[in-house]
């Protein structure tokens, strides 16, 4: 029996076209010196092509390119400075015909990185900038929308919410009918509820365990892109404190959101994460659709 009831998960990203019954993995490519799990790693251009080019070997459909550290506590960075880490690694990967998503939520970077080539806009701050919201609506990139609470510097210092399912549910919802409104068609949003950002442990195991309802949001509902990947919440439950060793938690997470309907992986590990999907896909886990709609989600009867 299918475990995500038989969907497909439709997404169009500028010139990439995905329609398919298991999700998408987009690999993260942090350009940073300071992010939480692998900051400084991959600051240099020429490694983090290198990078990049190894998780696309290991199966990544998406590699999701920052060059500013939103972790708790980080301090924002010059535009700038950001576009003179992304930038390079973004057009030489287009240019060799990659989907590439720019995380960022300044829209200098992000106006750059569509005229390099780039695919896909993720914006922690849910397009809550217009001139984000003009980017997206003049492009076809695809467009993920995310829940912050508060800001980096001070998300994490005290958040607090009456129900977290419903007011994160009621922003991805808001904010994606702006940019609807604004000309950019359905199947071309994305929703990630923000796991770690302005929320705590409780928030964050009330989100997880919520990820069928948060596949459902709107009609037809819209793609939901699943973030846990070495999250500090994952250290929580599994008590290992350095990031890079949080790999058994975070596919647990990733495999339960999967099968609670979420259609994009966000993940470091991108091979352990893409082998284990391919279990759950010769499991018969994925289902073929039997109907199909024009927009968004596609599922059977």
Known sequence: ?????????????????????????????????????????YLETERALSRARALLMAGADIIDVGGESTRPGAAEIEPREELARVLPVVRELAQEGVCVSIDSRHPQTVAACLQAKAAIINDITGFSDRQMVELAAGS?????????????????????????????SDFLLERAHVLEAAGVKRQRICLDPGPGFGKNREHNLTLLSATKKLAHLGKPPYLLLAAWSRKRFIGELTGVGEPDRRLAGSLAAALYAASQGAGVLRVHDVGSTVEALKVLEALGCFGEVATTDNAGLLECS
Request: hydrophobic share 35%; net charge positive.
């Open 1 to 41: 029996m299918s475990v995500n009831g038989g969907r497909r998960y439709l997404w169009q990203c500028a010139g990439f076209h995905w329609d398919r019954p298991r999700p998408l993995v987009m690999g993260i490519l942090n350009v940073t010196p300071d992010s939480f799990s692998d900051g400084g790693a």
């Open 140 to 168: 076809q990139a695809g467009c993920v929308i995310m829940h912050m609470q508060g800001r980096p510097q001070t998300m994490q210092h005290s958040p607090h919410y009456k129900d977290v399912v419903a007011e994160v």
